[in-house]
């Protein structure tokens, strides 16, 4: 935005020092004439000494009138008015500089973030106050910009990798069956089906990501109690396939949200306790609580002993724990990502921890139903 030049800071601060400094001296001096009339007559007064012995006159005494004052006082008055004014300017020029140096310091490094350096940080030395306070935050945001921006661009890289394996594989398919008539195209029909319901799953995958994080979305009373047992109801026939007991529990969690998304979030949930699992005899235990600000969801399973290094990872996208799952339900790696752009969505926090005898415990918290937004998103 083009904006007119005008006077710094620095001019105009100097200027207010100066003039306060001038507007003090000037009272100062004006009370000080006030005080001086109040013993001052309007004309001088002179009297004559007495006559003494030997015909010698005692001292005389001379009081001087407002006039005489006025001579010997204002030219004085106005030297110090100028003096004062020199010290104020000189004084201010300098203080206001050193009170602004934080402030160019900030400057220095907003200009350098412009350029690309988002590396950079102010940190300001000294107590703290506001400046320090402004420099700090200024930091913080930087920070946060900073790994916004490279999970942004990991984001990128590991989506467009993802999406052109299916397009790999799908051109490979499609140059065998070329170059080689005697392929059975049934075959050829399944295995392009195959891999075009993955790029169709990774893509629905990226939209419903995208919609979370934009909050484009309709807010209105839920429980999670009945998205929890929803969502378990359609996972039954997967977590019987693979031997998964799947339990469900808990009291009725009232919250406001949307009720797809939640459902969705619950779902990727199980969906993951589920397919990460032991192969046989494994465990996935749902349960739901309401607290006076919060209600919780819950999804515990059994498996394999994780890391807690590899556990802070697979809320990241694209992240599938210790190995890719070549399976019927494999997913695109875009779980427990979605579940947490949907938990950011609704003003919730979500807790990833792993087992004390193997496999994830994750923790939904999000707003009581009293506690929580009722408008709709924007």
Not at 228 to 248: D, I, K, N, S
Not at 284 to 301: C, F, I, K, M, Q
Request: aromatic fraction near 6%; charged fraction near 20%; charge should be neutral.
């Amino acid at each position: 935005m083009d904006r007119a030049p005008g006077r710094s800071a620095r001019f105009r601060l100097t200027l207010s020092y100066a003039g306060f400094l001038m507007l003090a001296g000037a009272m100062l001096l004006a009370v000080v004439w006030v005080f001086l009339l109040r013993y001052v007559p309007e004309e001088a007064i002179t009297v004559r000494g007495e006559v003494r012995a030997g015909g010698m006159r005692g001292p005389g005494i001379f009081a001087p009138g407002r006039y005489d004052l006025w001579r010997a006082f204002f030219p004085w008055a106005g030297a110090a008015l100028g003096l004062l004014l020199v010290l104020g300017l000189a004084g201010g020029w300098f203080l206001a500089g050193r009170m602004l140096a934080p402030l160019h310091r900030i400057a220095d490094a907003a200009r350098l973030v412009a350029d690309g350096s988002l590396s950079h940080r102010v940190r300001l030395e000294g107590r703290q106050d506001e400046f320090r306070e402004l420099a700090d935050a200024f930091d913080d945001m930087l920070a946060r910009l900073e790994a916004h921006i490279a999970e942004q661009r990991r984001f990128a890289a590991n989506a467009s990798h993802e999406l052109r394996t299916p397009l790999a594989i799908t051109q490979t398919l499609l140059e065998v069956a070329r170059t080689d008539p005697a392929r059975a195209n049934g075959e050829l029909v399944e295995q392009l089906y195959a891999v075009n319901t993955r790029a169709i799953d990774l893509t629905e995958a990226l939209l419903l990501l995208t919609r979370a994080e934009q909050r484009t979305f309709t807010r209105e009373a839920v429980d999670l109690s009945l998205i929890a047992e929803e969502a378990a109801e359609t996972l039954l026939p997967l977590a019987e396939r693979r031997g998964v007991t799947l339990r469900t529990s808990g009291d009725v969690a009232p919250t406001v949200g949307s009720y797809a998304l939640l459902l969705q979030m619950a779902t990727n949930l199980m969906h993951n306790a589920i397919v990460h699992n032991r192969p046989e005899g494994g465990t996935v235990r749902v349960d739901t609580a309401a607290g006076p600000e919060s209600v919780a969801l819950t999804v515990e399973n059994t498996g394999e002993q994780l890391k807690p290094q590899l556990v802070a990872t697979l809320t990241e996208p694209f992240q599938r724990g210790t190995r890719r799952i070549r399976a019927e339900h494999a997913g695109v790696g875009l779980g427990l990502a979605i579940v947490k752009s949907i938990v950011q969505a609704h003003d919730g926090t979500l807790s990833v921890v792993p087992g004390d005898e193997g496999g994830l415990r994750v923790t939904v918290r999000l707003p009581a139903v009293d506690a929580a937004p009722r408008e709709p998103a924007r």
